[in-house]
């Protein structure tokens, strides 16, 4: 079993910069597939960046280029270093990771992107 906990979140204006945390307590030796995801109300959870089972970083279209996921080699922290950010990636954002029982989620932290 694993603990995830978010932090780093808030609003901020269109075009600037945040970086989320994503701090790992538990069985941190068997976590696979490490990720961020968000979520608006009426829209379904989607995928922001993660981590392949090769250790490969993969991103959503729609912040590829802007977003950067990163974590520490104990894998007890992981970040989502994200830039330019837009109004479009308003959203709370939850850190996940899978282990042997199954996919466990954090809290969420709310991004906001307002002008």
């Known amino acids: 079993q694993v603990q995830l906990l978010e932090s780093g979140g808030g609003l901020v204006q269109p075009g600037e910069s945040l970086t989320l945390n994503c701090s790992i307590s538990?069985?941190?030796?068997?976590?696979?597939?490490m990720g961020w995801y968000r979520q608006v109300p009426g829209k379904q959870r989607e995928m922001v960046a993660g981590?392949?089972?090769?250790?490969?970083?993969n991103y959503a279209d729609s912040v590829k280029g802007r977003f950067i996921i990163s974590r520490t080699n104990a894998k007890n922290t992981m970040y989502l270093q994200m830039n330019s950010l837009k109004p479009e990636d308003t959203a709370v954002y939850y850190c996940?990771?899978?282990?042997?029982?199954?996919?466990?989620w954090g809290q969420g932290t709310q991004v906001t992107v307002s002008s």
């Open positions: 996940s990771a899978r282990d042997l029982v199954g996919r466990t």
């Open positions: 538990g069985n941190i030796a068997s976590l696979t597939l």
């Open positions: 981590f392949g089972s090769g250790g490969t970083a």
